[in-house]
């Protein structure tokens, strides 16, 4: 059965680059199609995608291209995403990482990147240090230059599925009575609900999470059939932040900690409930409601 061979064109579709970059690395490092003649069209054969791949990956993650090179000549078989992002001392150059990885929408990299970070340090560390940051960086260089909105959902979405693989992961809970979540009115902007969520599953805090867009009237029915021991209210923006979330939450025995957290409430109108500026926090007067 003949290899598949495929074009400049596709090659450079499939990772992510312009087409003159191909041949830029093609005349530079010797990194062409192995078995290209004078004449003919330029056609690439698996092994030849498997080393561009590497040789786009490790430029990802800060080499120069003259070293990615000489790493991906000499690659053969399977690429091994893990072998990559093991070995981040300084978490500065992780985020510097990631954001490059991102900027090339390469999946496998940022997901392997950070759940490897994930297992090392933690979620809180992890979204305090890396994952935030990263959003940052993301978000000013689109504010900055009008594209790239692509690359902010793709990351939140792999972010989203690995961390609800670590709420998934919950064993035993040491609450009998799960913990409400919710990003109340109209706010779409819950990814921090998704980390709050996973940083109380590592600590076995069982959560009911009601995500974005949650009305009222759902966060009333939730009170009242589970009896949370705390209700936890994000909002990004302050268009949603209307006080009837927390003012009328139904009068339950024994009565749940309510804690709004998110840049849009106004702190002036929130005395009688906890508000919480980070991560770190938010878990801490959580552990307090469930008797930690």
């Known amino acids: 059965m003949e290899e598949e061979l495929l074009t400049v064109s596709a090659v450079a579709r499939r990772l992510g680059v312009a087409p003159a970059t191909l041949r830029t690395w093609d005349r530079r490092y010797g990194l062409g199609p192995s078995s290209h003649e004078a004449g003919e069209h330029r056609r690439?054969?698996?092994n030849d995608l498997a080393r561009l791949t590497m040789m786009r990956r490790l430029i990802t993650t800060g080499l120069s291209p003259a070293?990615?090179?000489k790493r991906a000549k000499v690659h053969t078989g399977e690429i091994s995403i893990e072998n990559l992002v093991d070995n981040f001392e300084v978490r500065?150059?992780?985020v510097d990482t990631l954001f490059r990885a991102a900027n090339a929408l390469d999946k496998p990299l940022l997901a392997n990147a950070l759940r490897n970070d994930i297992a090392q340090h933690g979620i809180v560390?992890?979204?305090t240090e890396v994952i935030v940051p990263l959003l940052f960086l993301i978000g000013d260089d689109w504010e900055a230059s009008g594209s790239g909105i692509e690359i902010?959902?793709?990351?939140?979405e792999i972010l989203k599925k690995i961390l609800l693989e670590t709420v998934a992961s919950i064993e035993s809970p040491i609450n009998a009575r799960p913990v409400l979540l919710a990003s109340v009115g109209e706010e779409l902007h819950c990814l921090a609900l998704y980390a709050l969520s996973a940083a109380l599953?590592?600590?076995h805090i069982e959560t009911f999470f009601l995500g974005a867009r949650t009305p009222f009237e759902a966060i009333e029915t939730m009170v009242k059939r589970v009896a949370p021991p705390a209700v936890f209210l994000w909002a990004q923006l302050s268009q949603n932040c209307d006080p009837k979330f927390f003012r009328d939450i139904p009068a339950i025995r024994p009565a749940p900690r309510v804690i709004v957290g998110g840049p849009g409430w106004d702190h002036a109108v929130c005395s009688d409930v906890v508000v919480v500026t980070d991560?770190?926090?938010a878990c801490d007067e959580i552990e307090r409601a469930v008797g930690l």
Do not use: I, N
């Not at 902010?152 to 939140?156: D, I, K, P």
């Open 92 to 94: 500065e150059e992780l």
């Open 152 to 156: 902010e959902h793709v990351l939140s």
């Open 125 to 127: 560390s992890s979204w």
């Open 67 to 69: 070293d990615a090179a």
């Open 201 to 203: 599953a590592e600590k």
């Open 279 to 281: 991560l770190t926090r």
């Open 44 to 46: 690439y054969c698996p």
